[in-house]
């Protein structure tokens, strides 16, 4: 009896080890290399940097979708990150984070709020070869993104400021609230080349930017040490395009300028993914 339990014993033994064995397998950390190693060559141009898309504020990662699929027909290893939105250190240190699990080369891409994000996320990653500012805030040190929509003097060109709805979120500091566009504006404002039904699921699906997210002082930017490039948004109503303008001279970026709105990066991802590859071909 005693041997016909122990008979029973080890296959169960063996059954839970290999269900182990199998667990372990699945929870393992992907390593970066190997990730990158399934699209970062093609055998005409050898191996390629690694793009990293962030998306900025009233937007998520899928704003990115056509420009990502480009990008990996073309051979890249792409990124699309979801940028928190809760403030600009939480979320710029948030960034570093993650860059810093990513072997090889980087080329940062930056949309709206998102070139805030890059602009101090990429301070100190010798990784990271370009940046690239689509319709985005390449900040100065101790600037805010208010403070540089004023850049140009035609502040009047954003319509964002009169299309703001706000709504409070648990664990708020004091005056901290989240900040939408109004769906009723949201077109106009943010997707005005977009049709009317694909603008109306964007302003249905938007996340909010906390409000001290857009009101941080910027530190020191990358741009002064890291080659850029920049699309101006000439019809856009989000930035100021006189103010994208000065920021991308300002950051002696290489500068395209096309009639989008403001999501330039849905608008015209065959463009957006070109000047992407400029930046990342461009060493």
Do not use: C
Not at 19 to 32: H, N, R, T, Y
Not at 171 to 195: H, K, Q, T, W
């Amino acid at each position: 009896m005693t041997a016909h339990r122990r008979t029973e014993r080890v296959p169960r033994r063996l059954g839970r080890l290999a269900a182990l064995a199998a667990l372990l397998v699945l929870v393992a950390p992907i390593q970066p290399s190997a990730v990158a190693s399934s699209h970062a060559t093609n055998p005409d141009s050898g191996p390629k940097p690694t793009i990293v898309l962030v998306h900025g504020a009233f937007a998520d990662a899928s704003g990115w979708n056509d420009v990502t699929e480009r990008l990996q027909k073309r051979g890249y290893t792409v990124y699309a990150f979801a940028n928190p939105l809760r403030g600009l250190t939480g979320d710029a240190d948030y960034l570093r984070t993650f860059l810093g699990t990513l072997e090889g080369p980087l080329v940062l891409v930056g949309h709206s709020y998102g070139g805030a994000v890059i602009t101090n996320a990429a301070i100190g990653n010798p990784n990271v070869n370009a940046l690239v500012y689509i319709a985005a805030y390449a900040l100065d040190e101790g600037e805010t993104l208010a403070a540089a929509n004023e850049l140009g003097g035609h502040p009047e060109e954003s319509q964002l400021l009169a299309n703001i709805v706000t709504r409070p979120f648990p664990g708020a500091e004091p005056g901290n609230v989240d900040v939408y566009i109004d769906p009723d504006g949201f077109r106009e404002v943010f997707a005005a080349d977009l049709s009317a039904k694909d603008a109306a699921v964007m302003a249905a699906s938007q996340r909010p930017a906390a409000l001290f997210a857009l009101g941080t002082p910027s530190g020191v930017p990358a741009w002064k040490t890291i080659p850029s490039w920049y699309l101006v948004a000439s019809e856009d109503h989000t930035i100021p395009p006189t103010a994208e303008r000065v920021m991308a001279a300002r950051a002696g970026a290489t500068t395209v300028e096309i009639r989008s709105s403001h999501v330039a990066m849905i608008s015209h991802p065959g463009v957006v993914a070109d000047l992407i590859v400029d930046a990342a071909t461009s060493g």
